[in-house]
């Protein structure tokens, strides 16, 4: 299973950012999925998580009620909307499949992940 993550780039406080992390199996829609981030220097934290139907998400309090986690299993996609963005945003964001099929509990272990995306920048300026 191979996960692309794209839509980073530069954006200044309080503007938004769309991610998107499209896998190349459809195996992948039985998995919940998550995003996590890393900053500079910083281990790799939970951003949020979705699970295999889309009906319960997770997130890190930091981002709740300014990121939205959804996906589209029709084309095998997981979005991170985010939204009053903030320069501690600042961050490589990675999406990643659960090691576990069918999972419903929502984990925010990172060990508890196995296949990972090859991250894409955010940069929130001041």
């Known amino acids: 299973v191979q996960l692309q993550a794209f839509g980073g780039g530069l954006v200044q406080a309080g503007g938004s950012l769309r991610l998107s992390c499209a896998a190349s199996?459809?195996?992948?829609?039985?998995?919940?999925m998550g995003w996590f981030r890393q900053a500079p220097g910083k281990e790799r934290d939970f951003v949020a998580a979705?699970?295999?139907?889309?009906?319960?998400?997770s997130y890190a309090d930091s981002v709740k009620g300014r990121f939205t986690i959804s996906r589209n299993d029709a084309l095998n996609t997981v979005y991170l909307q985010m939204s009053s963005l903030k320069p501690k945003d600042t961050a490589v964001y990675f999406c990643?499949?659960?090691?576990?099929?069918?999972?419903?509990?929502?984990?925010?272990?990172?060990?508890?992940?196995?296949?990972w995306g090859q991250g894409t920048l955010v940069t929130v300026s001041s």
């Open positions: 199996e459809r195996t992948v829609n039985k998995y919940a």
């Open positions: 979705i699970t295999l139907t889309g009906g319960r998400t």
């Open positions: 990643a499949r659960d090691r576990v099929s069918g999972r419903l509990l929502l984990t925010t272990k990172h060990d508890d992940y196995d296949y």
